[in-house]
């Protein structure tokens, strides 16, 4: 054992006589330019598409396309420095400092990568321009009219406002419901076992019926069944229960993912200090439960929020609904525009919101992410 | 007297059998260790002892109550049996004191008050008081055991079961960690300790107890296991702690 580990020790070092050399750079130089200068065209060709289908545009509109122009030569540069390093490298490679010139090729072939990458995404940038502008702006013309933006605007709003509350009191309402629903469906023994069963067989049933279907049965079924109570409610209480619903199944199974995530010997050391079965789950596992799936469960609030825009089935005016109205009066889709614009608006604060209550977290009690 | 009296206990994983047959009386303010393999049952035997893992056969009762099979208040147990694991097993989203001041707050209807008075006194015993406001991960594992035999003290346990507390710890945090248990052993606080550590074992031990393979298969005072054990078995396992430099 011991001599063969000497043994291969001996090989390797004399393995050790010929240095690496330094990768290439010159092919690499020369595709990378190529690539931008092909991306920079495309772009030239796009924004004079778009000069053009804006006929006779004021000057400050033109500097803009002009500045842009520019903007999509800038990977030129690193393709060219690229070229510089090319040079050096078969220079020190010809005076046979490896070391200097291995480190001059790696250089240069980060600079030909970055050419490449930024002449990519120039050409997508570049390909979203054409798209706009194809069919002489046609494209352009039916989702974003600046006159309907206007006039639609205020209608818009107005009716989103019932999606931002079905949104909230439908969130509020499933955090509840989820997290009764997981622990149902973790209750021990054979006493928790109907419950469980029930718990199980709800998940299924929820999380398989579209959102939609679920609420045009609660919208319409439990007034046409005159159910007491559900029959007085109003449609937008009957939205909010219907996506408590189908929301609820999914948050229990992320709940309880999140349970299950907390290792056992938590358990344990809530159970040997004393603390009963409900205590340790209420003091010790669900609020650092709670901790983890903040992000899984912002996921599902955000396709929550999204589905109120299909509350129009059961007869209630939201955003989607307004501006469709609005949209057919006009023959033009800029009012969809506006609603879909209206929900990324409300989401973006939400994920930022999110990220920072996760830093704090970390920081606060001395985790490192 | 026999304080803590375990009689005939055996213990199923299925279709392992982890104790089998484990028997063994410890009096008031005796020091036992257990020593052995890992898998020879040290670890099951004290979760058995706390009702944390239930046993299929056999008795244990502590201070003449029987406090195993069904119908027991486990959790009224658990106060007079405190544990600390290997692992430390801290809260990790409560500061040191809420760890410490949980269980009489929140079992022991003890006043928040006076529950951090309390707690602010045995962590100033072990050195932790200034790090009382501090989250578990900020801590070493020395000091977040320090903090888990805070916690398992807090509620005044008649008996401790520490199982293998300084296994996971860097070398040089043992000895903080030992000298508690030291400290604690000459307040005449009745221990169970499963350990590696055998010169610790030797020091204050005033029974020691070889398991193997589920069951005790020699026990005695710290002198005759360790300079004369009757049993083969207890002669290799020591002979190879030996041979790793722990004895």
Redesign the interface.
């Known amino acids: 054992m011991n001599d063969t580990l000497t043994g291969s020790a001996r090989s390797a070092e004399g393995a050790r006589a010929t240095p690496t050399p330094p990768r290439p750079v010159l092919p690499v130089a020369v595709l990378a330019l190529l690539v931008a200068v092909v991306c920079a065209g495309a772009a030239a060709l796009a924004l004079w598409s778009l000069h053009q289908m804006l006929g006779n545009p004021a000057a400050w509109v033109v500097a803009l396309l002009a500045a842009l122009a520019v903007t999509a030569l800038l990977p030129v540069v690193p393709a060219v420095r690229a070229f510089g390093h090319a040079r050096s490298r078969a220079r020190l490679l010809a005076e046979n400092r490896m070391a200097a010139a291995r480190h001059e090729a790696a250089t240069g072939r980060e600079h030909a990568h970055t050419a490449m990458g930024y002449a990519l995404a120039v050409l997508i940038c570049a390909g979203l321009i054409w798209f706009a502008t194809a069919n002489d702006g046609a494209i352009t013309e039916t989702f974003l009219r600046w006159e309907f933006l206007k006039s639609s605007f205020a209608d818009v709003l107005a009716a989103f406002v019932v999606n931002v509350e079905v949104a909230i009191g439908a969130q509020l309402l499933v955090l509840v419901v989820g997290l009764l629903v997981a622990v149902m469906r973790l209750l021990p023994g054979r006493a928790g076992r109907p419950l469980r069963w029930l718990a199980i067989a709800y998940v299924d049933t929820f999380r398989a019926i579209p959102s939609i279907i679920v609420l045009y049965l609660v919208g319409f079924g439990l007034k046409l069944a005159e159910v007491p109570v559900f029959r007085d409610l109003s449609p937008i209480w009957l939205a909010i229960l219907a996506l408590t619903l189908t929301y609820s199944a999914y948050v229990a199974e992320v709940y309880r993912a999140g349970i299950e995530s907390i290792h056992p010997?938590?358990w344990?050391?809530?159970?040997?200090?004393?603390?009963?079965y409900g205590?340790t789950l209420r003091?010790?596992i669900v609020?650092?439960a709670v901790?983890r799936i903040v992000p899984p469960l912002l996921n599902d609030f955000i396709g929550l929020q999204k589905d109120t825009a299909l509350i129009g089935v059961m007869g209630v005016t939201d955003a989607f609904t307004q501006s469709r109205l609005t949209a057919s009066n006009v023959f033009n889709l800029t009012p969809v525009i506006v609603v879909a614009v209206l929900f990324v608006i409300i989401t973006i604060p939400q994920a930022r919101f999110v990220d920072r209550l996760l830093t704090k977290e970390q920081s606060?009690?001395?985790?490192s992410s | 007297m026999t304080f803590l009296e375990i009689h005939d206990v055996h213990k199923h994983y299925g279709d392992h059998h982890v104790l089998q047959g484990v028997t063994l009386e410890v009096a008031r303010h005796e020091v036992v260790c257990l020593i052995g393999a890992s898998g020879s049952g040290k670890s099951t035997l004290l979760r058995c002892i706390n009702a944390l893992e239930p046993i299929q056969q056999g008795e244990i009762s502590v201070d003449g109550d029987v406090v195993s099979g069904q119908g027991v208040d486990v959790n009224r147990l658990r106060r007079n049996v405190g544990m600390v694991f290997q692992s430390y097993n801290l809260f990790p989203h409560m500061s040191v004191l809420r760890n410490v001041t949980l269980a009489p707050v929140k079992v022991g209807g003890v006043p928040k008050a006076e529950a951090e008075e309390r707690a602010l006194a045995l962590l100033d015993r072990v050195g932790m008081r200034d790090k009382a406001h501090a989250y578990p991960d900020a801590l070493s594992g020395g000091q977040q055991q320090r903090v888990a035999i805070v916690r398992a003290l807090v509620s005044n346990p008649q008996v401790l079961l520490l199982d293998e507390i300084t296994a996971a710890l860097d070398p040089e945090l043992v000895g903080d960690v030992l000298a508690i248990v030291r400290e604690l052993a000459q307040d005449g606080l009745t221990m169970l300790l499963a350990t590696h550590e055998m010169g610790f074992a030797r020091e204050v031990a005033s029974q020691v107890c070889f398991l193997h393979e589920g069951r005790i298969l020699e026990r005695g005072a710290p002198a005759q296991i360790f300079e004369d054990p009757h049993e083969e078995r207890t002669r290799q396992f020591l002979s190879r702690v030996i041979a790793s430099g722990r004895l």
């Not at chain 1, 344990?268 to 009963?276: E, K, P, T």
């Open positions: 010997s938590q344990a050391a809530a159970r040997s200090l004393g603390l009963s205590m003091t010790v609020p650092q901790r606060r009690t001395g985790r």
